[in-house]
């Protein structure tokens, strides 16, 4: 399985960006795939996931401000809005099926305040 994440970038506080994520490949039986954070020092945490019944899991950090989508083609996508300085990380997609996790090259996104 490999992992095509796009978008990102900077963006002042407040604003919005997207970030897609394409697997490619023969996954076992997929659970969840999403987007996961990490800053320097700090361990990679869960920033939202959508099952592939459909259901979607939220960080509390970004509840209400991000929202994760899919085409059930193994694309998701999420959708940031009112950017904080916080949000500033390597974004990573990730997939997880009944055998392992599998992870895309960390995408940047930067909020200035």
């Known amino acids: 399985v490999q992992l095509q994440a796009s978008g990102g970038g900077l963006v002042q506080a407040g604003g919005c960006l997207s970030l897609?994520?394409?697997?490619?490949?023969?996954?076992?039986?997929?659970?969840?795939m999403g987007w996961y954070r990490q800053v320097p020092g700090k361990q990679r945490e869960l920033v939202a996931v959508?099952?592939?019944?459909?259901?979607s899991t939220y960080a509390d950090s970004v509840q209400g401000r991000f929202t994760i989508s899919s085409d059930y083609a193994k694309t998701v996508f999420l959708q940031m809005n009112s950017l904080k300085p916080e949000d500033t990380a390597v974004y990573y997609c990730?997939?997880?099926?009944?055998?392992?996790?599998?992870w895309g090259k960390g995408t940047e996104v930067t909020v200035s305040s």
């Open positions: 897609s994520c394409a697997a490619s490949g023969s996954a076992a039986s997929i659970k969840t």
């Open positions: 959508i099952s592939s019944g459909g259901s």
């Open positions: 990730g997939l997880s099926d009944v055998a392992r996790n599998y």
